[in-house]
């Protein structure tokens, strides 16, 4: 697998079973020794009609033997079988691994169009049902752009349309790209699948800094991210026909360093200049780092001084005496250090994720890379919204108006149908959203009866 780890020879969940071994007979009589040994001591049954041998390297008549051997079919062609709900591929992963899940989508959304629902009930089983599909495999696959855009089509189809592609076209009245934002943005907090594949690999590189790291972990960092465990993720990582797991993580590697940082051990591992500390970037004193890294004052260590007792806790920072057009960066590298101390010379330095300093999830990392920065992150009047308790129906009339998206006459008149678009309570005035529902007289009539029926003014 990778030098360094332990190689294996089967993979075992509950009663499915991988063997891996040499395309030889006398390997294929070994395992059907062993097998048979395994069937007496358990009382169990090898189902030999689910059972299948894959090989490469090695032509069809070496095939026939070991199939013989074993009482299985074999094949020598083969692109990829699947594993755990998983593909394994031979060589590259194919598009068409994706193409099982599609169909599903599109089979749960055409039993869904022979059943009325509302646009809340569709964004329910949007949310519980068909996102979900994509989560297993997207934790082990990077999912190609066009089929996440065509799943992305079939959902949003669904919303709008329903099931039933035969029936009625109707408008999408809110931009996908508003949909998928959070309920605190104005947004239906359907997940970017895209962004829901990254948080899913993310977790993959975040495994690799782990201290006790699973055994597939380990053969990932040694075959491809080698060096000390905090450091494995520094430098670029370029590996051409890496496996597909190595493609999600390649593809991930930015985004997940972006909220990487570091809590102080002994501060060994971490370096002043380059590594962000609890949350907080590294300093940007150009003339400092060039003469302290000419003195090998690099790391967080090599400016601590130490009690002369156990634990040898950290004392105080010790930057040498520096030249006098140097004074001011130093007390700012000093103010910039304030809460960062290490603990003490025996404690290791540790990897963190995200605000709250801690382990990376897959929820926070989703939030990370859709975070909008640009858009208030809890305006009032999508608080106002969520917060009472009504029928999930008229929460979605209302996003849908407060987005000014409702099919007034002015909306249709934008999307190029013919006026004239009256009110049709009053007949005076256009319908535009303003009118319809506060300066129409009999708009007017129904508030004045509702907040005088509610004892408000």
């Given amino acids: 697998m990778a030098r360094g780890t332990k190689d294996i020879n089967h993979a075992l969940f509950a009663d499915d079973t991988i063997l891996l071994g040499g395309a030889s007979r006398i390997i294929a009589r070994r395992f059907k020794l062993e097998m048979n040994r395994y069937c007496n001591a358990s009382g169990s049954k090898i189902n030999l009609g689910k059972s299948q041998i894959f090989g490469w390297s090695l032509n069809p008549r070496e095939m026939l033997d070991i199939s013989r051997i074993l009482d299985m079919d074999g094949a020598v062609t083969w692109d990829s079988f699947t594993y755990l709900g998983v593909p394994i ?5 194919k598009k068409s691994a994706w193409t099982p899940i599609v169909e599903k989508i599109k089979r ?25 599909f994509l989560l297993y ?53 359907i997940r970017d699948l895209k962004s829901q594949n990254l948080a899913m690999g993310a977790k993959l590189l975040w495994n690799l800094l782990e201290p006790n790291s699973s055994w597939s972990s380990r053969v990932l960092k040694k075959k491809y991210f080698p060096g000390p465990t905090l450091r494995c993720l520094d430098g670029d990582h370029v590996v051409k026909n890496g496996s597909v797991i190595y493609n999600v993580c390649k593809k991930t590697l930015p985004y997940f360093r972006t909220a990487l940082s570091f809590i102080p051990g002994n501060g060994k591992s971490i370096s002043i200049w380059q590594d962000a500390i609890l949350g907080r970037p590294p300093p940007h004193l150009p003339r400092l780092q060039d003469w302290m890294t000419a003195n090998s004052l690099t790391t967080i260590w090599d400016i601590a001084e130490w009690e002369d007792e156990e634990p040898y806790n950290w004392s105080r920072w010790a930057l040498p005496e520096c030249p006098a057009e140097l004074k001011t960066e130093s007390t700012l590298l000093l103010h910039h250090l304030e809460g960062l101390a290490p603990i003490n010379k025996i404690r290791k ?6 605000r709250q300093f801690g382990k990376y999830t897959t929820a926070e990392g989703y939030h990370r890379f859709t975070a909008n920065y640009n858009v208030p992150a809890n305006p009032r009047i999508w608080n106002n919204l969520w917060k009472h308790s009504t029928l999930p129906k008229i929460d979605l009339f209302s996003w849908t108006l407060i987005h ?3 099919l007034t006459g002015e909306n249709m008149e934008k999307r190029g149908f013919a006026g004239p678009f009256r009110c049709p309570l009053c007949a005076v005035d256009s319908e535009n959203i303003s009118h319809l529902f506060f300066k129409c007289s009999f708009a007017a009539a129904v508030w004045n009866e509702v907040l005088n029926g509610n004892n408000a003014q």
């Fill in 137 to 189: 495999q997207c934790t082990l696959l990077l999912a190609p752009v066009t089929v996440l855009s065509k799943i992305e089509g079939l959902i949003r189809n669904f919303l709008w349309q329903g099931g039933n592609n035969g029936g009625s076209k109707k408008f999408a009245l809110v931009s996908w790209k508003t949909i998928k934002l959070p309920w605190s943005e104005g947004g239906l907090q």
């Fill in 349 to 354: 330095d540790k990897c963190c994720w995200g």
């Fill in 404 to 406: 000014k998206k409702i």
């Fill in 108 to 132: 749960n959304i055409t039993h869904w169009g022979t059943i009325w629902l509302n646009l809340a009930g569709k964004v329910v089983l949007i949310k519980a049902v068909l996102n979900s």
């Fill in 89 to 93: 591929f031979k060589s590259k992963a």
